[in-house]
């Protein structure tokens, strides 16, 4: 069993700050990839930022310069830094991995339970 446990969130004025955090925990081998997707009301989940376990990092074209996303490969976390928000930024967002079990060969896409971000004009 795999669990990813998101924290961080919550209401910010636009031009403020937020940190995300996701740790994986449970009977993990390996995490592959690590990750953040957004889901605004009425729309479709969309990527953020991705960053392997190597550190190579890619961003979505809507948060490059302003989202900051970083790992610890020897806590399983990875964390997504928001600078200069903005009220389009309002979304819940999901932290994702793919993680090899203890249990199986095979590499499975787990979700975190998903933190509310909202940014105020």
């Known amino acids: 069993q795999v669990q990813l446990v998101e924290s961080g969130g919550g209401l910010v004025q636009a031009g403020g700050s937020l940190r995300l955090s996701c740790a994986a925990s449970?009977?993990?081998?390996?995490?592959?990839?690590m990750g953040w997707h957004r889901q605004a009301p009425g729309k479709q989940r969309v990527l953020v930022a991705t960053?392997?376990?190597?550190?190579?990092?890619n961003y979505a074209d809507s948060v490059k310069g302003r989202f900051t996303i970083s790992r610890d490969n020897a806590k399983n976390t990875v964390s997504l830094q928001m600078n200069s928000l903005k009220p389009e930024d309002t979304a819940v967002y999901y932290c994702?991995?793919?993680?090899?079990?203890?249990?199986?060969?095979?590499?499975?896409?787990?979700w975190g339970q998903g933190s509310q971000v909202t940014v105020s004009s």
């Open positions: 994702a991995a793919e993680v090899r079990s203890t249990t199986s060969f095979y590499v499975r896409h787990y």
């Open positions: 449970g009977s993990i081998f390996s995490v592959n990839a």
């Open positions: 960053i392997t376990s190597g550190g190579a990092t």
